[in-house]
């Protein structure tokens, strides 16, 4: 089988892992919205920022390192092993001190506790940060989707009983807890590895001279990309936080289990073609073409559904977070280029790029964010669009010297399924608007038409690409 057949194929493997993870999520939160107000998500969202760092100081690169290295060893595991463990637990003891300044700061007294518990997942997620990086090496995203799906499950099940019993934000800590517990121990069960006595300082330096860039990098985008929710609560109100967070949370069924399984099977796939340019180029426009047929639309779609799907499901106290997330299913319509393009850095080793471009990302957030604070918090989330444009050309710009794949090339290859998506579900939401019908049946028109003329004007304009992606699902 091909490179680029594996890539897609595990590509549906991890977006099905992606699915059961992130989509347990998002059901669970949606049923705590018939139990919860906005107030109680913007105390999960005031926590959130934290937690990211603690788990990405617990991982710091090293699963990545240990994903590009060509030839790899038992000591490199062990030495990654029990260097992520060590992590995990300085992390911990970071957030466990730091828990009631984080409170007295919202002046919400109960994240005291709610941080400090919620933050052991950082201790047992170091545990499988080896298991994972093997399976991502051999594109093995399979056995992963079978230890996502039963402990999502579990601890969804589990969320919403507490729920149920008035528990109420504590559900959501109770099932990060058992998820990641279960996890853990389904990918030791499955992946079979375990760490020996060995340990070198060689390879520990070799993996972290290129993790730590790596840490900083994906750090900084942690802290900016949880940078909302914190400016919200604290320049707006709990409520708004809560608002943006539960529009945030639905976003990431669609928007960003995607865009991970695009970073997860990318780039060890990509990796293994890094000596040669020519077929790193080549493979990688192919991936791209596919990715972006399925993923705008998918945005697209929920885009348009997003005030009937409110309407539909939700109590009357949640509808204003439909056009928060509208706003922010727009600014990751060019997320998967930005994602790739990101991705042939970490394929070359150029972490030093990487760094380089997120520290000026950063400063541009926090400029942005500065001004649009001022006015609204529609305009704040404005921000987020305009940023996804102006990041999108540096981000091209090192892509296209390393590769030499020109922003007129990605322009071909891409242009055509934008703009398909544009014009077709345009067209067919102002048409059903104009209808008047009920709730559940213009949701249910704007799918299925929509869906039904876009997947017909591929066929028409580009037909090898509908018989790869049909291919593709058939070796599945």
Known sequence: MSLVKKIYIGMVWSFGEQLARRGTSVIVTLLLARFLVPEDFGLVAMMTVFLALGQSLTDSGFRQAL???PEISETDYSTAFYANLMLGFVAYSMLYAAAPFIANFYEQGQLTNLIRVASLTTIINAFQVVQLASLSRNLN???????????????GLIAIGLA???FGVWALVAQSLVAATIHTVILW??????????????????????????????????????LYPMVIAKAFSAPAAGLYF????????????????????????LAKKQASITELKRGYRRVIKVIIALFVPLVAGLILVAPWLFEL?????????????????LAVLLQPLNSLNLNILRVLGRSDILLALEVFKKIVVALVLMITAQISLEALMWGQVIQSVVFYFPNKYFSDRLIGYSFVEQFRDVGLYYGAT????????????????????SLGMTLIVSSILYVLAIFLLDKPLVKEILNVFKRV
């Open 422 to 441: 544009a014009i077709v579900f345009c067209t067919v939401f102002w048409v059903i608007a104009q209808i008047q019908v009920g709730t559940l049946t």
């Open 67 to 69: 994903i590009r290295l």
């Open 313 to 329: 499901l939700f109590p009357e106290d949640w509808y204003p977070a439909h056009r928060y997330l509208q706003i922010l299913c």
């Open 189 to 226: 069960w499955r992946q079979g590895w375990r760490p020996s006595e060995k340990f070198s300082w060689v390879s520990f330096k070799e993996m972290y001279n290129f993790g730590y860039k790596l840490f900083l990098s994906g750090s900084l985008d942690t802290l900016f990309k949880n």
């Open 246 to 269: 539960f529009a945030d949370r639905i976003r990431e069924l669609v928007v960003s289990q995607i865009l991970h399984s695009i970073q997860a099977v990318t780039f060890p796939a």
């Open 141 to 155: 995203f399979k056995v992963q989707m079978q230890a996502t799906v039963p402990s999502s499950i579990i601890s």
């Open 164 to 166: 149920y019993f008035n």
